[in-house]
């Protein structure tokens, strides 16, 4: 076990003050103040994955719900000897339970995100069959509730009665003439909980009853009248007989409580160990720590290391990288005040806190091996009650520290072998060291012996390293820098701390001019690398700049996507909500037209044509443009009737006759427009289409028989494109001119679209719908030709066919 003398000197039990500090409960406090360290480095990795676990819970926002639990060990112990408990700690040892299943049910609700801890939930059993009735039984004042027993209720109701009627007859001898003029005053009073009158003194034969007391001063009696006594027994029996029914309740839920004491006991135990487990994690969160690589060999790797201490204190703390191979020793040396012993005791607490399984204050990935002991040689030794001077205390400190050294021993001494003679003190302070190396004891030594800073470089197992000093403001830096001794500053201390410039000057003319150089080679080393540092630190702020503003482009990027999404997803609903609007006017325009088609005239057919034409307008602002195939620009003199188009606002159509005053009429399947002759596009791609039908057609034409097969007089001939969804419509189950009507609009839809082919399922049944639907087929200006289905298409129960 580690020395309570190391733990002082490194500073832990101020740390176990602010572990115990953030539990929940009293008995995690006391744990945490009592708990040894952990004896395996299996223990301590467990640990330090649950503080884990418990940091990853706060930061979602679902910290353990340790509120309510409070310390019932006592009262669990008082039920094992057959106690009965009263109402106060009844109700304690029943929100406890209550508690208790809050914290089973978080951690079974979040084992996903937390299974170590869920795991130590486990011991909590269920003890609703406990402390859902006990709490129950109880008011929010801690008071039993009449119906907390069958015999409560009726029993309280009795005493209430009773007093009621005793309250009664006291009103009554108040004014009763016989007593009236001896009292003292008007009014009654209790005395050993009965019932009595205030009497003077001079009218105590005058009122016949039981004297009870007197008044401080003599004067008055307090006398219960014989005319109540009576009624004062029964209140007493009864309020005897609801204390006796409260008692056995209490006597009962007692009793509930001892037959699940062992599970009591366990579930406060587990709340005990997560409440530690919690504490632990606020307290990383608090000082920006992160769960160690514990290592099996005694070495330190930390990266970026603070004082744990002076971060909690909220001090100025400046993160070191600290690295000591196992076996080996770090010898640090620097100005004073410059930040030696702090690297020292940052070590040495990161080497407890790991045998404790805490996270340490370090970044992610530091590496700290498992030591089976910390020693500690820091501060003044000096002991004047057993005559031990500083540099005898030191000795004593280094004969215990030597006689106990081994492999896996983290030794930190701060100014070995000081308070003597310079050059003996330097050569006993490496032969010491030299001794810890042999024994196999990782060390960091601070030191200012030139000696020790030699043996550094020239050593394989001891490393250099120093803390920084700003020449131009000379005040220390408190950044430890590995690989190079440093200067111990002395002088320019010296000169900071306020030491007259002649003095400091005549010291460094006697440290001579050898010393001298040497002090400013170091000092002028540790110099450059500050510079390079803070360049360095200045180069990564501007990258991190950079990354910073890249991310605040490639967000407001997303957002203006996101922003243009959503308006287009708006516009598209108003198009779509247009669309519907036109599809319901073109419908009413086509019923007008054909119940006026006997008497139709031309101004009839132009009015239907600009209404059909509004709605499509009225679209056109609103849904978003298709993307058309190219177009050329089309001559009156190409502008024969039948010539394929692209009219931008309508799509494609067909000349429907010849142009005239620049204006030129199409034809969009039934409906017509007048448009001018500069928004019309030569069609090219249709037209090409059309020839290749063409061709095709020709090549299919054989001098043994026709072109087109006839079956049942339709043509069976012709090639189909493949048949999607969008070409397809069913019609079956329709009546014929409700049919008819939707196909002859599926048709108009199939032309916008620039379909080829398509497909209208009729069914077979009796054929008077797919007579119907081919008769009408047979009659469409818009139809090139048509057949009925193939077996694979679905035979005759399906018309194909095929747009111009």
Known sequence: ?????????????????????????????????????????PAAR??????????????????????????????????????????????????????????????????????????????????????????????????????????????????????????????????????????????????EDR?????????????????????????????????????????????????????????????????????????????????VIAAAAIMADDTVSAEPILDEAPQVALLHARHPLMLLGERRCVANDITVAAGATLLISGPNAGGKTVALKTVGLAAVMARAGLHLTAESGSAIGWFRDVVTDIGDAQNLEKDLSTFSGHMVNLRELLAAAGPGMLVLIDEIAVGTDPDQGAALAQAVLEALADRGATALVTTHYERLKTLGATHPRFANASVGFDLERLEPTFKLHLGTPGSSGALAVATRMGIARPIVERARSLVGAQGARVEELLASVADQRRRIEEERAALLAELEAVEAERASLRTHRDRTLARFEKQTRAAHGEALSALRAARREIDEVRKEVRA?????????????????????????????????????????????????????????????????????????????????????????????????????????????????????????????????????????????????????????????????????????????????????????????????????????????????
């Not at 209430?160 to 005053?185: H, S, T, V, W």
């Not at 054989?702 to 087109?708: A, D, I, L, R, T």
Request: with cysteine; proline share 5%; charged share 25%.
């Open 1 to 41: 076990m580690i020395s309570q003398k190391t733990l002082d000197d490194l500073g832990w039990p101020t740390l176990i003050d602010h572990w115990a500090k953030r539990c929940a409960t009293r008995r995690g406090e006391a744990c945490v103040r009592t708990q040894p360290l952990l004896a395996e480095p």
């Open 46 to 191: 467990e640990r330090a994955a649950e503080i884990s676990e418990a940091r990853g819970l706060r930061a979602r926002d679902l910290a353990l719900p340790l509120g309510g639990i409070v310390d019932i060990a006592g009262a669990i112990e008082r039920v094992r000897k057959a106690a009965a408990l009263d109402a106060a700690e009844l109700v304690a040892v029943a929100t406890t339970g209550r508690a208790l299943a809050r914290l089973r049910a978080h951690l079974r609700e979040h084992a996903g995100i937390a299974p170590k801890l869920a795991a130590r939930g486990t011991a909590i059993a269920d003890l609703g069959h406990v402390f859902h009735p006990i709490l129950e039984a109880f008011d929010p004042d801690g008071k039993l509730v009449d119906h907390a027993s069958d015999a409560l209720g009726p029993l309280r109701r009795a005493v209430a009665a009773i007093k009621a009627q005793l309250e009664k007859r006291m009103e009554g001898l108040l004014n009763d003439e016989r007593f009236a003029p001896y009292l003292q005053d008007v009014y009654y009073t209790q005395r």
């Open 195 to 275: 019932y009595v009158l205030p009497v003077r003194t001079d009218g105590k034969g005058f009122v016949r009853g039981i004297v009870h007391g007197t008044s401080g001063s003599g004067q008055t009696l307090f006398i219960e009248p014989e005319e109540i006594v009576d009624l004062n027994n029964r209140l007493k029996l009864a309020e005897a007989e609801v204390a006796d029914e409260e008692r056995r309740i209490l006597i009962k839920f007692s009793g509930w409580v001892a037959e699940e004491a062992d599970a009591f006991a366990a579930a406060l135990a587990a709340a005990e160990l997560l409440d």
């Open 596 to 804: 006026k088609a006997q008497a139709a005239t031309a101004d009839d057919v132009r009015a239907a044509t600009r209404k059909l034409v509004a709605p499509g307008a009225q679209v056109a602002q609103h849904e978003p443009r298709r993307h058309l195939p190219p177009g050329t620009p089309a001559t009156a003199e190409q502008l024969v009737p039948g010539t394929p188009v692209i009219v931008p606002r309508l799509g494609r159509c067909e000349i429907a006759a010849p142009p005239s005053d620049g204006k030129v009429e199409v034809r969009l399947g039934l409906m017509r427009a007048t448009v001018p002759v500069a928004e019309v596009l030569l069609d090219s791609h249709r037209a090409a289409r059309r020839a290749e039908r063409e061709r095709a057609a020709a090549e299919d034409e054989k001098p043994q028989g026709p072109s087109v097969v006839l079956v049942d007089g339709v043509p069976a001939g012709g090639r189909a494109t493949s048949r999607t969804i969008d070409s397809t419509i069913d019609v079956r189950g329709q009546r014929a001119d409700e049919a008819v009507a939707n196909v002859d609009r599926f048709l108009d839809e199939s032309l916008m679209a620039s379909r080829d082919t398509a497909f209208i399922v009729h069914g077979h049944g009796t054929g008077a719908l797919r007579t119907a639907i081919r008769g009408h087929l047979a009659a469409h200006k818009a139809i090139e030709k048509f057949r009925a289905g193939e077996p694979s298409e679905g035979g005759d129960g399906v018309t194909v066919a095929f747009l111009k």
